[in-house]
């Protein structure tokens, strides 16, 4: 099958850290840029990173940049994100999706902060 | 960074009805619009890319239209697992950004 499936989140102090994976498979991974997204609860949805084929170029919105870095195993098909410094405001739930058309998203993660 | 508007915010409308869904861009994204439905405990299912082309598994009563800052999500003749929250988004500049979302809710 064709999917995405992301695993990590948890229950976290502020200040603390996670790391998030997102397993791909059923598609040629190392082929489509990745991207993160995230929901706080009742809420939209937020960019959180992309991250090219071979995770040489990598962006991030302005409210993560500096906490939180992407990378990929392209050899094991998984993304990751890994998240410091963090934030109340950083309870979401976490999706992470394919990159072209935008066509694959994962069923998410979900990151509590709170003390 | 580019600010999605969607109008209204939510839209009642009985089975079997219209419903128009409308986003606007705060500056030209040249057609680079997705359309995502989402319902309850789910995550954003792809709808409609690159402002029109509809995704495997809608049926023809879905349809994306507009170019530059104006952008439409059309359902015709609503059925009732099309009541959802729907979310557009620009890819044309980073940060991609969404709009607030249109909840269609059955009136």
């Known amino acids: 099958d064709v999917q995405l499936v992301e695993s990590g989140g948890g229950l976290v102090q502020p200040g603390g850290s996670l790391r998030l994976s997102c397993a791909a498979s059923?598609?040629?991974?190392?082929?489509?840029?990745m991207h993160w997204v995230r929901q706080a609860p009742g809420k939209g949805l937020g960019w959180v990173s992309r991250s090219d084929t071979d995770g040489t170029s990598i962006s991030y919105a302005d409210s993560v940049r500096g906490r939180f870095t992407v990378s990929r195993d392209n050899a094991k098909s998984t993304m990751y994100l890994q998240m410091n410094s963090l934030r109340a405001e950083d309870t979401a739930m976490y999706y992470c999706?394919?990159?072209?058309?935008?066509?694959?998203w994962g069923q998410g993660t979900l990151v509590t902060v709170s003390s | 960074e580019i600010v999605m508007t969607q109008s209204p915010g939510t839209l009642s409308v009985s089975p079997g009805e219209r419903a128009t869904l409308s986003c606007r861009a705060s500056q030209s994204v040249s057609g680079k619009v997705v359309w995502y439905q989402q319902k309850p405990g789910q995550a954003p299912r792809l709808l409609i890319f690159?402002?029109?082309t509809r995704a495997t598994g809608f049926p023809a009563r879905f349809s994306g239209s507009g170019s530059g800052t104006e952008f439409t999500l059309t359902i015709t003749s609503l059925q009732s697992e099309d009541f959802a929250l729907y979310y557009c988004q620009q890819y044309d500049n980073w940060p991609y950004s969404f709009g607030q979302g249109t909840k269609l809710e059955i009136k």
């Open positions: 059923g598609f040629t991974f190392n082929t489509y840029w």
């Open positions: 999706v394919r990159g072209g058309s935008f066509d694959l």
């Open positions: 690159g402002a029109s």
